[in-house]
Nanobody, 123 residues
C-alpha cells in the first residue's frame, strides 16, 4: 500500500482544513486507516482511525475533527474544524491490517505510512 497525504497548510485559529490521503496498491478495503500527528520535539500522536465501520478519535479533537473514508476512490479524509494552535504538527496517514480495538491508537501497529503534511495553526 502506498499512501500520499495532502491538504495541509497555514490557517488561523478557528479555521478549517481538510486533509486527504490517497491509497494505492493492495486492496484498500482490507486495511484499517489512521491519522497521526507529530509536533516538534514530541512523539507521534494518534488523532483518528477507522476500523470496520467504527471511527475513533483523540479526546481533544472529538467534535472538531471528522474522519471519513471513500473506498470507491481509495481515499481517506480528515476534516478539521475549529483548529487550535495546539493542533500544529505534521499529519500522517497510515494503514494497517493487524489492529484490534485496543491497539488502534498505537502507531507501531500500522504497516504503511504516508509522507506527512504540515498543518500550522496561528494564534
Amino acid at each position: 500500500v502506498q499512501l500520499q497525504a495532502s491538504g495541509g497548510g497555514l490557517v488561523q485559529a478557528g479555521g478549517s482544513l481538510r486533509l486527504s490521503c490517497a491509497a494505492s496498491g493492495r486492496i484498500f478495503s482490507n486495511y484499517n486507516m489512521g491519522w497521526f500527528r507529530q509536533a516538534p520535539g514530541k512523539e507521534r500522536e494518534f488523532v483518528a482511525a477507522h476500523k470496520r465501520g467504527d471511527t475513533y478519535y483523540l479526546d481533544s479533537v472529538k467534535g472538531r475533527f471528522t474522519m471519513s473514508r471513500d473506498s470507491a476512490k481509495n481515499m481517506v479524509y480528515l476534516q478539521m474544524n475549529s483548529l487550535k494552535p495546539d493542533d500544529t504538527a505534521v499529519y500522517y496517514c497510515a494503514a494497517g491490517a493487524r489492529q484490534i480495538t485496543s491497539t488502534i491508537r498505537n502507531p507501531s501497529t500500522y504497516e504503511y505510512w504516508g509522507q506527512g503534511t504540515q498543518v500550522t495553526v496561528s494564534s
